[in-house]
C-alpha cells in the first residue's frame, strides 16, 4: 500500500527492509536489444538488494549492495558474468546519495551466438566492464524488482537475501527507446508496478539497529512471536568467539504448553533438546555449534537439521545469516553461502510462541 503522502511530484522514496516495488507479468516483457538502469541510492547498511530483472526462467540481472560494494551479476543462456564495484578505502554505504549507472547491449554474431556487452559506473567515476556470449539474440524482463522481495528463492542468482534499507531517488529503466520512470510509475493509477508495504515519498533518516551484546551464558533476549505460519523470512547478523550457543528458538506448545523464554535461550539447550519426546511438535532454531551455524526446524511431521554455513563463523567477524521458507521448503543463507531445505512428512505450517 502506498502512504497518502507519496506524493505526485516526489523524487524520493524511503524502504525500511519491509517495502519493495515490483513487476511481475510474463505476458507483458520488455524486450529490447540493449537496456540501461539507472538509480541513485543511500543507505547505512552493508547489504541489500537494489534492482533485479529476470525473463521469468532463467536470465535475469542483478544489482545489489554487497559488503558496502556494488555488486552487477548478469546471465544470459548458460553463461554468468558478474563484476564489483568497490575501490579500495572506499565503501558506498556511508549514508551518502551515489549513483549506479548499468547499460546492457546485446550483439548478434551469427543465428545461433549473440554477445552481451556491460557495464556498472557508480558516481561517474568508478567502472567495470564484463561480457557474456550465449544462445540469444533479445534482452527479455518480465519480472521486476526494486528495493527487495519476500521471496528470494524466486529470484535466481540473487547473491544477497537482504532486502533494501534506506532512500532510492530517480530509478529509470531503459529498454532501447522506452523509458520507465519506476517511482512514478508506482504511484500512479496504471497499475504497471505494484507496491509492497508502505513507502513515503521522502528520504527519512533510517536509524542502523543498535548491537546487542550477551557477556553471559544466562543472557537472553524474549521477542514477540514471529507469524509465519505459511511462511515467512528473518534476517541477523552476529559476531562471536565463542564456538557454541543458541542463536535464536522458538517453539510450540508441549502437551498444550508452551517453553518459557528462558528455557528457549538456556545455555543447556542442543540440538539433542530439540529432538527429545516428548518436546514441542513445531519449533525453529539457529544454533552454533563447533563454530558453525545450524538451522532446526520441525513443522509437526518430522524435524530436520541442515548446516548452514560452510566455514567457521566464531571469528570474531560480522555474519548475516538469513532464512526464507514457503510451507515445506526454504533457503537458509549464512554469508555468501546458501542451503535448500525441505521439511519431512505432510504438515506444511509453523505454528510458534515467541522467541
Known sequence: ?????????????????????????????????????????????????????????????????????????????????????????????????????????????????????????IDGVYTERGSTTGSFSLLSSSILFIGGSDHFEQLPGSRVQSNFIGCLRKVEFIGDSMVLDILDLAKSDLNLFQVKGNIVDSCQEVEAADPVTFTTKDSFLALPRWEAVKGGSLSLKMRTNEPNGVLMYSSGGVNGNSFSSTSSVSSSLTSSTFYSSPGPSDFFALELLDGQIYLLLNLGSGAIKVKASTRRVDDSHWHVITLLRTAKSGRVTVDDSAVDFVTPGTSNQLDLEGF
Request: glycine share 6%; proline share 2%; net charge positive.
Open 1 to 121: 500500500m502506498l502512504n497518502s503522502v507519496f506524493a505526485k511530484h516526489s523524487p524520493e522514496a524511503t524502504f525500511r527492509g519491509q517495502e519493495f516495488i515490483y513487476f511481475n507479468n510474463i505476458t507483458k516483457s520488455v524486450i529490447s536489444s540493449s537496456d540501461e538502469i539507472s538509480l541513485y541510492f543511500k543507505s547505512r547498511q552493508s547489504n541489500g538488494l537494489l534492482f533485479y530483472s529476470g525473463d521469468g526462467y532463467s536470465d535475469y540481472l542483478n544489482l545489489a549492495i554487497r559488503d558496502g560494494g556494488v555488486t552487477l551479476s548478469v546471465k544470459l543462456g548458460n553463461n554468468l558474468s558478474e563484476r564489483t564495484v568497490k575501490p579500495a578505502r572506499i565503501r558506498f554505504d556511508d549514508n551518502q546519495w551515489h549513483k549506479v549507472l548499468v547499460h546492457r547491449k546485446v550483439r548478434e554474431m551469427n543465428r545461433a551466438t549473440s554477445f552481451c556487452h556491460f557495464s556498472i559506473t
